[in-house]
């Protein structure tokens, strides 16, 4: 099944400790995304990868990492995490260019206390 | 920076009214448009894809529309179903950030 999955569904840290929130797709698609999503606020996007080595800031990058080593993975690194970071965070892949549409992961609920 | 505006946010009809949510964008330099839907606390499901080319699609008892110059695009859902209550969220993909740029959605709610 075509598909994009997060790990971990939900996840309660404390402020400070590192954590990876793992995505991965089995399309093979270029394009990745991760977004958080807030009450009021909508989606917004942290970061993309273009594919593989190639990633960019979105518009609320600050506080997050993100790698592309592999076309299938693209884990959001939270290096210390803080209590403003409490969202829900999802993943997005597509094929490349303009012409596609997202397919969403499942996402995941963090809470950082 | 474009701006995704849903109205209205909230919505509640009973069971097999005809219903149009509205999604408006500021930038008309769009390439396409998507609805999705979400169930709560779960992920956004692809319901319809616009090319920026395209006037409308249809899925079943969907159809979308887009009218690119007036930045403004509908979702129109035929005979609403309880199971068809949920939020729905319109995204606009730009040349600009490469992303889709999401409202915040409005939350239908079909009452049996």
């Known amino acids: 099944e075509a598909q994009v999955t997060q790990n971990p569904r939900y996840l309660i840290t404390v402020t400070g400790k590192k954590l990876t929130v793992t995505c991965s797709q089995n399309m093979n698609h270029e394009y990745m995304s991760w977004y958080r999503q807030d009450p009021g606020l909508g989606l917004r996007q942290i970061y993309y990868s273009m594919n593989v080595e190639v990633t960019d800031k979105g518009d609320v990058p600050e506080g997050y990492k993100v790698s592309r080593k592999e076309k299938r993975n693209f884990p959001l690194i939270l290096e210390s995490p803080s209590p403003n970071q409490t969202s829900l965070y999802f993943c997005a892949s597509s094929l490349a260019g303009t012409a596609y549409g997202y397919t969403f992961g499942s996402g995941t609920r963090l809470t950082v206390v | 920076k474009q701006e995704v505006t849903q109205i209205p946010a909230a919505l509640s009809v009973p069971e097999g009214e005809n219903l149009v949510l509205n999604c408006s964008f500021t930038d008309s330099a769009i390439y396409n448009l998507q609805w999705f839907r979400q169930d709560p606390g779960k992920g956004l499901t692809s319901l319809l894809l616009?090319?920026?080319?395209?006037r409308e699609q249809t899925s079943g008892r969907l159809n979308a529309s887009l009218d690119k110059s007036s930045g403004r695009s509908t979702l129109y859902i035929a005979a609403s179903q309880p199971g068809d209550s949920a939020t729905y969220l319109c995204?606009?993909?730009?040349?600009?950030?490469?992303?889709?740029?999401f409202g915040t959605g409005t939350s239908l709610t079909v009452i049996p």
């Open positions: 995204a606009v993909y730009s040349d600009t950030g490469n992303q889709f740029y």
């Open positions: 616009i090319q920026s080319s395209q």
